[in-house]
Structure formats: C-alpha cells, structure tokens
C-alpha cells in the first residue's frame, strides 16, 4: 500500500519528500515508424537465483529478456541486439552474446520484428599484459560472429573492438580490417563508432586521439564500401561532429543516432538532413520515444520536441560519468515498470551506482509518466530505500 509520498535521499545524504504521479503517460502500441528507422538497445535480465559470483559466465533469465523484446516490438521499436546496453564485455561474454543472438533472431522472425545485432571480437580477452593478439586473430573472431548473425537472418552491426584498438599500428590497421569484413558481408551493416567515454578501452579509435583524423579514416572505410554500409552509429556524445559527419555520408547510408545527451535535435534534423536512431536510452524511454516518432510520422516536430526534450534530464543522468555504468539505471528503471521481478544484473553491477542516483533516476522517470504502474514502481522503490536503511 502506498501512501503518495516518499522520502528519497539526495546527494549529501539529506532526505526529501517527493509525491509520485498517480497516473502513467497515456501511449498506444503500433506499427513500425514512416519517417525515421529507430532501434532500442535492449538490456538483458539475469537470473536472480543463479548461483554465480560476478566473474563467472552471465546466468540469463531468457523468458524475461525475450519478453522486454516483444515489449519494444509492440511499440513499433526496433532492438539493437547484444550491444553493450546487453552489457557485452561487462558481464556478458561471447558465449552468452551467441545465445542471445539466436534467441531474440528467431523471435524477432516469429513475430515480425526488425532486429539488428552486434558483431564484436569478445571472444578475445585481455589478460594481465593486454591484449596478445594480431590482426589476422581479430579478423578472425570479427569473422565468427558476423557469420552467426547472418545465419540467424538479423542485420549485422560491427562494432568497435577492445582488441582492435590494442594492437593496431594505425589507421591503415582499420581500413585493412574493417575493408575485408564489408567486403565478405552478405548484407549491408551499421558502422559502430562507440566513444571512450563508454569504454575506455576504445581511446585512439580508427587510429588517431585525433578525432578529425579519426572521423577521415571512419569516413575512408565507408567511402570504400557504400553499397556494404546501411549506416552508421555514432556514440561519441558531440551533436557538432555528428551533424557534421552524417553532412559527408554517401547518397543511401543513413546515420543512426547514439547520442544519449542530444537526440532530439538530432533526430528532427535539419534543412540538410536528420539521425535515424539507435539509442541505450530508447530501452527505459521506448513507448514514450514511439509516441514520439508518430508525431514526426505525421510532420509535427513541435509535437515530437514536446514530447521528446524533457527526457532528456533523465538521459543525462542514467549516461552521467562514469558513462559505462548507465546500465545499471537502465535495468533498474526496467524492475520498476514492471519489466522484471527483481533488480539483479549480471556481472552483479546493479551495485555500480549509489542510492542517491537511483533515486534521482525514479523521480525524472516517474515525473515523465514513464510506469505503467506508479504504486508498484512506489512500493518498489520503498522497498530499495529499506534495504539501504531509509524508513519510510
């Protein structure tokens, strides 16, 4: 039973009453969008009565993942599969990848569903000196994986690599690289370019610190292969360099927005052209940033900036710094809405943020009517507060 307030704790540890909404956003299901293509990265639910300890392989709740899937579907989304939303790298090894891949393929058939996956060299781990590999090791595992997910019939979206980035000399590595993996897919694939500020691992990428060097050789891969390239995705969290880059893209290759911090602006556009989307952010935000789209389906941008720009405090909260850990905010604001029964992750990084961001987290949320069900999403926050000591 609630009783329509609650004292949550702020960043200095003072507590504060807040009275949730009532009543959640009113939003419809529906087809897939006209005027943008829009994929949601989707997270992964654990199970919580796996006996695992944070370094052992991911214990997934399938029916629960599979169910958040046909979720974002229903709404006219499309998932961005095993992508590091999916905790790829972070908890989620290649084994678990594989499986999700077949999984949510065969789902996303059975009920028409548009799904795109990601293709990466996490079969290559680090170990205490680095990464003791070579290019043709790298092309490899990239080999690997692009080839499961073309057998599952999903769209490939190659993603940056750890081990890439730790063994190549320099730009004409990547251009090598990247050059063969086009030129053997069946299909045409989305460019994933993942900022460091997701994954430090990633600094230097394309062969440069220099980042308009770097944008030259992403620019140099895609001019190689246009008709291999549906589009790009771009998460370096810098509208400028994106409007900028999407401005330089060959005739058919779209750009796909991965900018949690600004993409409203981005995905309207401009008088030269707009962002398609593939947001971690669209997970806790999918029927809201469906609704949205309609609007834009129909013209109204007024009416898609409504909706749309107040999410984006929200947004920058769950991507605050450190930036990888935003997926602990995305899977607890999943627990609840009502999504899943607990908030358990795998890898156990549902302890990566303080108590003082999720709070903040179910505030932005609840105040954009983002819970089905606000009692519950009430009474669940009450019982988190409890565990850490906060009486209500």
């Given at each position: 039973m609630t009783n329509g307030r609650i004292e949550l704790p702020g960043p200095h540890g003072e507590l504060r009453a807040y009275t949730p909404r009532?009543?959640?956003?009113?939003?419809?299901?529906?087809?897939?969008?006209?005027?943008?293509?829009?994929?949601?990265?989707?997270?992964?639910?654990?199970?919580?009565?796996?006996?695992?300890?944070?370094?052992?392989?991911?214990?997934?709740?399938?029916?629960?993942?599979?169910?958040?899937?046909?979720?974002?579907w229903s709404h006219g989304l499309g998932v961005a599969e095993a992508m590091d939303t999916a905790q790829r790298g972070m908890g989620l090894d290649w084994a678990g990848a594989a499986e999700?891949?077949?999984?949510?393929?065969?789902?996303?058939k059975a009920c028409g569903g548009l799904i795109a996956c990601g293709v990466g060299t996490d079969q290559l781990t680090a170990t205490a000196v680095g990464f003791p590999y070579d290019l043709d090791e790298v092309r490899a595992a990239y080999e690997e994986q692009l080839a499961l997910v073309e057998e599952s019939g999903s769209r490939s979206i190659l993603m940056a690599s750890r081990a890439l980035a730790a063994v190549a000399k320099g730009p004409e590595d990547y251009l090598e690289v990247y050059g063969h993996l086009l030129r053997q897919s069946a299909e045409p694939v989305i460019l994933h370019w993942l900022g460091p500020m997701f994954d430090p691992a990633l600094e230097g990428y394309w062969g440069s610190t220099d980042l308009d060097a770097a944008t030259h050789t992403f620019l140099e891969v895609i001019a190689a292969h246009p008709d291999k390239v549906d589009g790009i995705k771009v998460s370096l969290l810098d509208a400028r360099r994106e409007i900028e880059l999407r401005?330089?893209?060959?005739?058919?290759v779209r750009c796909y927005t991965g900018d949690d911090f600004n993409y409203p602006e981005l995905i309207a556009g401009d008088d030269h052209g707009f962002s398609h989307a593939l947001?971690?952010?669209?997970?806790?935000?999918?029927?809201?940033?469906?609704?949205?789209?309609?609007?834009?389906?129909?013209?109204d941008v007024p009416g898609f900036r409504a909706l749309l720009d107040p999410t984006v405090e929200l947004s920058r909260?769950?991507?605050?710094?450190?930036?990888?850990?935003?997926?602990?905010g995305v899977v607890f604001l999943a627990w609840l809405a009502g999504h899943q029964s607990h908030?358990?992750?795998?890898?156990?990084?549902?302890s990566a943020r303080s108590l003082p961001h999720l709070s903040r987290a179910y505030e932005l949320a609840d105040g954009l009517g983002l819970f089905p069900d606000p009692a519950l999403a009430e009474t669940r926050m009450k019982n988190l507060l409890s565990l850490y000591g906060v009486n209500q």
């Open positions: 009532t009543e959640p956003l009113a939003v419809t299901t529906g087809a897939p969008f006209t005027s943008r293509t829009v994929y949601s990265a989707a997270h992964v639910v654990a199970d919580p009565y796996a006996d695992v300890s944070p370094d052992s392989p991911a214990a997934v709740d399938w029916d629960a993942t599979l169910a958040f899937r046909r979720h974002l999700l891949i077949r999984r949510s393929s065969a789902e996303a401005r330089k893209l060959p005739d058919g947001l971690g952010v669209f997970d806790p935000l999918g029927p809201l940033a469906a609704e949205a789209v309609r609007s834009l389906d129909t013209g909260h769950l991507f605050r710094t450190p930036t990888r850990f935003y997926k602990t908030f358990t992750m795998v890898g156990g990084l549902q």
